[in-house]
């Protein structure tokens, strides 16, 4: 085990943090989520010697971000404090670099005198409803309607009219990810069967970097080859499946900019990519859809969180296990 040096600031020590957790295997956006975290305290502590920081220290760290810091949001709302959630993943981050420091360097962890931020539980995010879908797909035709001083009113068609409205249906039948949708190629979907591979790794975004399958209905790939037929490239299995700004990939700040956008022009409140994941996950379960395939569908690792889409669906586990029961059903 390596030996802690007399003084080693928490600058020098976060380079060495994120270059471990990057060589550990996790996701970019994990490494940056740490990266960000810890700068602000690095801001706002300054830069000490890591083997003098206190549970104290640290306790003074997430009081100030629970009663005084405000973040600098690029949608405005400045004046907005951070949830608990948000103060529960900085002390996730700080517990993470403090693990790794004692380790790394046979120090002591101030962290485990720091008790955990409590998170009270979030209200269940209700699915979209059938009109709200339908308002969405309309509001993909056209811009927002024009004033002028010298014409009358009117509106101009939707340049990414196509690509919006299959976009909405893709999120909408699959329940992928933000970044998952984003990093589909053309060749991904199998426009015969409704067969989209999620690739596995770094390429794919899948959580825990494992691929899967999903499917997608005839409705949403109707849409899809409308948008594709457009394109040049639209026959190009390696090329990105939706285009963004400047004719680049997709990405998931663009995608949230584009749902939010539709949402408030036809009054759709909560119009985001997991919203409509969790649209899919319900309406799974309530036709019919049962836990395993859906967990594996939604690509989670343990039932947790399908059960938990399965209380919010109403849907009776109890009577379903009855009904698949194969001890049961094969009269053991």
Same mark, same amino acid.
């Given at each position: 085990m390596n030996q802690r040096p007399r003084v080693l600031n928490f600058s020098s020590a976060l380079n060495g943090f994120l270059q471990y957790k990057l060589a550990e295997g996790l996701s970019p956006a994990t490494v940056f989520n740490y990266e960000r975290d810890l700068k602000l305290w690095l801001e706002h502590m300054g830069d000490q010697d890591i083997g003098k920081i206190t549970s104290a220290n640290l306790l003074e760290f997430l009081n100030y971000l629970r009663s005084e810091y405000v973040p600098r949001r690029i949608a405005g709302g400045e004046e907005r404090k951070l949830s608990d959630k948000t103060i529960y993943n900085f002390y996730v981050s700080l517990s993470a670099f403090f693990t790794w420091? @004692?380790?790394?360097? #046979?120090?002591?962890?101030? +962290?485990? =005198?720091?008790?955990?931020? *409590? %998170?009270?539980e979030d209200a269940p995010v209700e699915p979209f409803r059938r009109e709200e879908i339908e308002l969405l797909i309309k509001a993909c035709d056209t811009c927002a #309607?024009?004033?002028?001083?010298? *014409?009358?009113?009117?509106? +101009?068609?939707?340049?990414?009219?196509?690509?919006?409205?299959?976009?909405?249906?893709?999120? /909408?039948?699959?329940?992928?990810?933000?970044? #998952?949708?984003?990093? /589909? *190629?053309? &060749?991904?979907?199998? +426009? =015969?069967?409704?067969?989209?591979?999620?690739?596995?790794?770094? #390429? &794919?975004?899948?959580? &825990?970097?494992?691929?899967?399958t999903v499917y997608v209905g005839k409705s949403a790939r109707r849409f899809l080859w409308r948008y594709l037929t457009e394109r040049v490239d639209g026959t190009d299995p390696d090329e990105p499946l939706f285009i963004g700004k400047f004719n680049r990939p997709m990405n998931r700040d663009?995608? *949230?900019?584009?749902?939010? @956008?539709? &949402?408030?022009?036809?009054? %759709?409140?909560?119009c985001h990519p997991h919203r409509f994941r969790h649209t899919f996950a319900i309406t799974y379960l309530r036709s019919g859809g049962d836990l395993f395939t859906l967990k594996s569908l939604l690509g989670h690792s343990t039932l947790e969180m399908v059960e938990h889409y399965a209380r919010i669906a109403d849907v009776d586990v109890e009577q379903a296990h009855r009904k698949a029961s194969p001890a049961d059903n094969w009269r053991l």
């Open positions: 420091a @004692s380790m790394e360097f #046979e120090m002591a962890n101030p +962290m485990k =005198k720091v008790p955990r931020p *409590r %998170v009270a #309607e024009a004033d002028t001083h010298d *014409r009358r009113k009117f509106t +101009m068609a939707r340049p990414t009219g196509k690509r919006d409205k299959a976009i909405l249906l893709m999120l /909408l039948d699959t329940g992928l990810r933000a970044s #998952e949708l984003c990093a /589909l *190629r053309i &060749g991904d979907v199998d +426009m =015969k069967t409704g067969k989209v591979t999620i690739r596995p790794g770094l #390429e &794919g975004k899948a959580k &825990g970097r494992k691929g899967r663009g995608l *949230r900019q584009l749902l939010g @956008s539709l &949402g408030e022009k036809v009054q %759709v409140r909560k």
